[in-house]
């Protein structure tokens, strides 16, 4: 591969065939408003390709959606907003992160987690372009791109009763799947490099120390890797980066 496959501006950094094909893909998509579900598991970088989905043809902001924190009696709220007085200590207007993300794109985090009651108010969102605030009497119209993220098998969810069917077939209008770390290790010395570039530039890894990162699994992915690399740096008084410095997992 040549070097335009090391980062190309995504933030992806690697020259893996997986992960060119994954540029490939996001330069496609960001010609196109349709829905995206991004499936992998924890730490393989969705949120880094959301982003890039969005900056490839940038407009409005990237708003990210938690949805493993919408719980509660809030959550409504805190997805569409309410109306002043819509309930005790509503002492005025909110506007809610599907509003902030009108004209640009709405990134569900782990939508796996999106609670049942929501799952039907996002439904509507993506079929009639339209929401309402909690507590108002009027809906409000929005255009935005959904792109929604989860390490759960959705189709498993689906069959479990826990996710939409519906909701999953109008999610799954394009779906990419990024690859573990475990099977693109040829792509962990950019990584590590990028991530030591970050930290200053002033550490290099011993050969050895390279071979354990390179044998290891990352069943946290590239977010594990990239807290072992910060540790050691923060960990170690030299430049170079012994066996010594690495965590006890590996």
Not at 2 to 22: K, N, R, T
Not at 72 to 79: I, V
Not at 106 to 118: T, Y
């Amino acid at each position: 591969m040549g070097s335009v496959c090391v980062d190309s501006g995504y933030g992806l950094v690697g020259e893996s065939p997986p992960i060119c094909q994954i540029r490939r893909q996001i330069e496609r998509l960001g010609r196109s408003r349709s829905p995206v579900l991004l499936l992998g598991e924890s730490g393989t970088g969705k949120e880094v390709v959301a982003r890039a989905i969005h900056n490839a043809n940038p407009a409005g902001n990237f708003i990210p959606i938690d949805c493993g924190s919408l719980v509660g009696p809030l959550m409504e709220s805190e997805l569409f907003g309410h109306a002043k007085g819509a309930f005790t200590g509503a002492a005025e207007t909110k506007r809610g992160l599907i509003e902030l993300a009108d004209g640009g794109t709405a990134f569900f985090d782990e939508i796996g987690d999106l609670p049942l009651e929501l799952q039907v108010k996002l439904l509507r969102l993506l079929q009639e372009r339209e929401f309402r605030p909690v507590g108002s009497l009027t809906t409000r119209k929005v255009e935005i791109r959904v792109i929604a993220a989860t390490h759960r098998d959705l189709a498993h969810e689906v069959e479990q009763k826990r996710f939409r069917q519906d909701l999953f077939y109008r999610l799954n209008v394009v779906g990419l799947r990024l690859p573990p770390l475990r099977d693109r290790t040829g792509d962990i010395p950019l990584l590590v490099g990028r991530f030591l570039e970050a930290l200053g530039g002033k550490h290099l890894l011993s050969s050895d120390c390279m071979d354990a990162l390179l044998t290891y699994a990352w069943p946290g992915n590239v977010r594990e890797l990239q807290n072992c690399v910060e540790r050691m740096v923060a960990m170690n008084s030299g430049p170079l980066l012994q066996t010594s410095d690495l965590p006890s997992a590996l």
